[in-house]
Nanobody, 124 residues
Framework: QAQLVASGGGLVQAGGSLRLSCAATGLTFRRYAVGWFRQAPGKEREFVAGIDWNGGKIEYVDSVKGRFTISRDNAKSTVYLQMNSVKPEDTAVYLC?????????????????WGQGTQVTVSS
């Protein structure tokens, strides 16, 4: 069955690192932009990072610039989010999603397929 599986979350101390993975199975992936979003309790779903279909264009929300890096390996149908220097405010469920197009967009309604998410908890 087609799905996006997000993994790699967990408990990490402030200042530490995690690498999240988003793997596509039974789902067209190579020709689509992919985004990472996060949602904390009581907060709206927030765009974190996005990457276009071939990795040529990348966007980040200002709060993670210089700390997070998004990348993709189309041969493995996988997108990664390397999270460095994490902060307690990074705590959230992180979800990956496939865009409706080849280009990066930053709003929820511009994505048409969502994974279940992986929990990231940053302790201080």
């Amino acid at each position: 069955q087609a799905q996006l599986v997000a993994s790699g979350g967990g408990l990490v101390q402030a200042g530490g690192s995690l690498r999240l993975s988003c793997a596509a199975t039974g789902l067209t992936f190579r020709r689509y932009a992919v985004g990472w979003f996060r949602q904390a309790p009581g907060k709206e779903r927030e765009f974190v990072a996005g990457i276009d279909w071939n990795g040529g264009k990348i966007e980040y929300v200002d709060s993670v610039k210089g700390r997070f890096t998004i990348s993709r390996d189309n041969a493995k149908s996988t997108v990664y989010l390397q999270m460095n220097s994490v902060k307690p405010e990074d705590t959230a469920v992180y979800l990956c999603a496939r865009s409706r197009s080849t280009v990066v967009r930053s709003t929820v309604d511009e994505y048409d397929w969502w994974g279940q998410g992986t929990q990231v908890t940053v302790s201080s």
